[in-house]
């Protein structure tokens, strides 16, 4: 009997909460004596020890630092930035044979505070790295700042994390990529703060006909490299149902011939996926059948109301 009754204990126990917390703006959250403010475009995501602003532009993130052991092999530039003053720019090159490098700033601390570290994709040590500091205010005190915090973190939005607050409505065409297709009356197309695919995934929301309030959602990902050619993807590519990490499927895969032309990886890096909830895997297969090769000059591009 003990067996049983701890599995259902384990069953009913309620699941951890998540580690990163999200919330549109506008709001105004502080750490250590800094402000960050997001506007209604914009959302804030709060963890132990830090707050990250995404916006249409890019996203950067405030943390109290840890220190770096390897800071003394960086190259080091004390710079003034427009609302914290005195900063330091950290500089770590990927290795000689490419001008990539990681920048992060560090701004010293202050009246107690803790000091606290930057991080962009977008910094380059460029003066648009001082635009995107220009986000953080120094403070005294936390007055004006939001109640966006543990443990109840009122307001929060978990899509906030991935999504952008506002969907386009249909009828138009989106191209993402190399890929194009119709979104019809109907239907409403969000898109992804950032991926890891040159053109951001976006998520089509269309009303299912038999839960009336549950709307389907399908998510594009892909693909990573511009796609060649012109005409319906379904004619080159073969479509699969596989489970990853966030559910269900539809991977539309290059044929073999074309991966192997392009190298033995490539073919994964010109992959196409459609996610979708259980219950979904027809309408996942119907968007595929719309999805087709686009050139970039594609007049229907230029009619896309989300580019």
Do not use: K
Not at 8 to 17: G, K, N, R, T, V
Not at 237 to 263: I, K
């Amino acid at each position: 009997m003990i067996a049983p009754l701890v599995a259902l204990l384990l069953l009913q126990e309620p699941p951890p909460p998540p580690v990163t917390h999200s919330r549109y703006g506008p709001l105004t959250q502080c750490l250590g004596g800094y402000a960050v403010t997001a506007g209604a475009s914009e959302a804030i995501l709060a963890m132990e020890g830090g707050i990250t602003l995404m916006t249409d532009a890019d996203a950067f993130h405030l943390h109290i630092d840890e220190g770096d052991p390897y800071r003394s092999q960086q190259q080091r530039t004390d710079i003034e930035a427009p609302t914290l003053g005195n900063v330091i720019r950290y500089q770590r090159s990927y290795g000689a044979s490419t001008p990539d490098r990681l920048t992060t700033y560090l701004i010293p601390s202050s009246a107690g505070h803790p000091a606290m570290t930057v991080n962009s994709g977008g910094f380059d040590g460029s003066a648009r790295d001082l635009r995107i500091l220009g986000r953080i205010a120094r403070i005294e005190g936390e007055q004006g700042c939001g109640n966006f915090r543990g443990p109840a973190f009122p307001g929060e939005t978990p899509q906030a994390a991935l999504w952008r607050p506002f969907s386009t409505p249909g009828p138009f065409y989106r191209c993402q990529n190399g890929v194009g297709f119709p979104v019809l009356s109907g239907e409403a197309l969000q898109i992804a703060w950032y991926d890891d695919y040159d053109g951001p995934s976006v998520r089509l929301s269309s009303p299912n006909p038999v839960v009336r309030l549950d709307p389907i959602h399908l998510v594009v990902h892909g693909p990573i490299d511009t796609a060649n050619g012109a005409g319906p993807v379904a004619t080159a590519y073969r479509p699969r149902v596989e489970t990853m990490s966030d559910g269900p499927n539809v991977l539309l895969m290059p044929p073999r011939a074309a991966s192997e032309r392009r190298g033995p990886d490539q073919r994964y890096r010109r992959l196409i996926r459609i996610a979708f909830a259980p219950g979904q895997e027809a309408a996942a297969r119907a968007l595929a059948g719309r999805i087709e090769f686009v050139a970039r000059s594609d007049p229907r591009c230029l009619g896309d109301p989300t580019r």
